[in-house]
């Protein structure tokens, strides 16, 4: 049953056979096509927030935004925002201050900390930021930021688009309601390349986030795969 008072999560990843999200340098390059881009920005299209981790931010060349005007009109005919919401997930509050988001103020910025983030970083941050939020004490307590998210911004439809850590600690706390992935015929393999889920993860099965498959689709070798949380 989902809780009350939080927006509805949809998780979106490219992944390969082996199921990393990355090579093990954690530089990301776009290897699940143009059709996998276009379901990213189809799925922005539906949602009032983005949000994504500070590494994902960092190593890569990214606004969050929703892309050309085709998309923003869409977003126009379903009652939305043109732009949505771009949401940043830092515990520490280490974020680059030179990233590309920061170069693209078509909407506002938001940036989820714990209390982990010094007053100096607090300070920077809120200069990069239209709001920053401090949500947890080690690291992000994801239920309260999106109650707050829902609340203070409206949210109630979110994208999370990584990276694995930020997916893990989401699936840990309940909060993914759906998961779209392109499976692509690629293997990176690497201990240390990230997954789809990292973190501290499940420590035995009965813990599991329990996914049903909704629909699957073959693309160049691939597979789109969408499935939703089980909350029996």
């Not at 276009?38 to 949000?51: F, G, I, N, Q």
């Not at 939305?80 to 509050?93: K, M, Q, T």
């Not at 392109?182 to 420590?203: E, I, K, S």
């Amino acid at each position: 049953m989902k809780r009350p008072g939080l927006p509805f999560v949809l998780l979106n990843a490219a992944m390969t056979a082996d199921g990393k999200l990355a090579p093990a340098t954690r530089h990301f390059e776009g290897f699940g096509g143009l059709r996998d881009h276009d379901h990213l920005l189809e799925l922005r299209a539906t949602a009032d927030a983005v949000m994504a981790g500070a590494r994902t931010v960092d190593l890569d060349r990214v606004n969050m935004g929703p892309g050309a005007i085709k998309y923003r009109r869409a977003r126009l005919r379903q009652g939305l925002a043109e732009y949505n919401l771009r949401v940043i997930v830092s515990g520490s509050g280490t974020i680059n201050p030179e990233a590309e988001i920061f170069r693209h103020r078509f909407s506002p910025i938001i940036i989820l900390v714990s209390e982990r983030a010094s007053k100096q970083k607090l300070r920077r941050l809120r200069e990069l930021a239209d709001e920053v939020k401090i949500c947890g004490k080690q690291s992000i307590d994801f239920e309260e930021a999106l109650r707050w998210l829902r609340a203070q911004w409206k949210v109630k439809r979110l994208v999370c688009e990584g990276g694995g850590e930020v997916n893990g600690a989401m699936f840990e706390a309940g909060l993914v309601d759906e998961v779209h992935l392109t499976l692509c015929p690629l293997v990176f393999g690497g201990r240390a390349a990230p997954t789809l889920a990292d973190g501290a993860g499940v420590q035995k099965l009965s813990q599991a986030a329990r996914l049903r498959l909704i629909s699957m689709r073959p693309y160049e070798g691939g597979l789109f795969l969408v499935y939703r949380r089980s909350r029996s």
